[in-house]
């Protein structure tokens, strides 16, 4: 069974607030994404890692940034929240070897953050 | 760049088949996905299908691959109305990949 998990769920925070949207999986998956969803859009690859101590940028340019320094863990962090950062957050990861016959990607439930 | 597009709503009758559409724009694409998305919950995998497969069949859900034309199907046979969801087309170009590029879903709504 799937087990990656997103904290909070729904957050309302004022502008200019720092906040930190958490994401853990227990199945020691290398490879963890951060997908942006607006409502009945696309979803956009903001960021994603390799392994610990890997991250990359994805295709859509985010202010957010994030930090892999336990496989199990991949939090987004805003240092300045603004309106324009209003959206779902969704986190997945994959199994990561480069031969894996695995394609899955498992998601957590996503974060929907609205800034006021 | 990579582009996944899909029709935003379908609405069938419960009991009919549905057929959901995308199209991908690249070529290097390997794997290509389903996923559902059902109110307030995750994306969930459905099915995939390798690029060198035309058809692949899982009890209700048939994908159907056009490579020619890049065009990705997929029809749920008997459609109820737990399938109410909204529909993810996805691509990954090899297995190494590490982003999935994904379509904007199609909401799909069943009528009685």
């Known amino acids: 069974e799937a087990d990656i998990y997103q904290t909070p769920r729904y957050l309302v925070i004022g502008t200019g607030k720092k906040i930190t949207l958490e994401c853990s999986q227990t199945?020691?998956?290398?490879?963890m994404y951060w997908y942006q969803q607006d409502p009945g859009m696309e979803l956009h690859l903001i960021h994603y890692?390799?392994?610990?101590?890997?991250?990359e940028k994805g295709d859509l340019s985010s202010e957010s940034t994030v930090s892999r320094i336990r496989t199990e863990h991949f939090p987004l962090t805003l240092e300045s929240a603004r309106p324009s950062h209003t959206s779902q957050y969704l986190c997945?990861?994959?199994?990561?070897?480069?031969?894996?016959?695995?394609?899955?990607?498992?998601f957590g439930q996503g974060t929907r953050l609205t800034v006021v | 760049g990579e582009d996944v597009e899909q029709s935003l709503f379908l609405s069938v009758r419960e009991g009919d088949s549905s057929v959901i559409n995308c199209t991908y724009t690249d070529s290097s694409s390997t794997y290509l996905y389903w996923y559902k998305q059902e109110p307030g919950a995750g994306l969930q995998l459905l099915t995939y299908i390798f690029s060198n497969m035309d058809m692949k069949q899982d009890q209700r859900l048939t994908v159907l691959l056009n490579k020619k034309d890049k065009h990705l199907s997929l029809r749920i046979a008997d459609t109820q109305t737990g399938d109410s969801a909204i529909y993810f087309c996805?691509?990954?170009?090899?297995?190494?990949?590490?982003?999935?590029?994904f379509g904007s879903g199609t909401r799909l709504s069943i009528r009685p």
């Open positions: 890692s390799y392994g610990v101590n890997s991250t």
């Open positions: 996805a691509e990954k170009e090899d297995s190494s990949a590490s982003k999935i590029i």
């Open positions: 199945m020691g998956h290398d490879k």
């Open positions: 997945a990861s994959s199994e990561g070897q480069a031969k894996a016959l695995n394609t899955e990607a498992f």
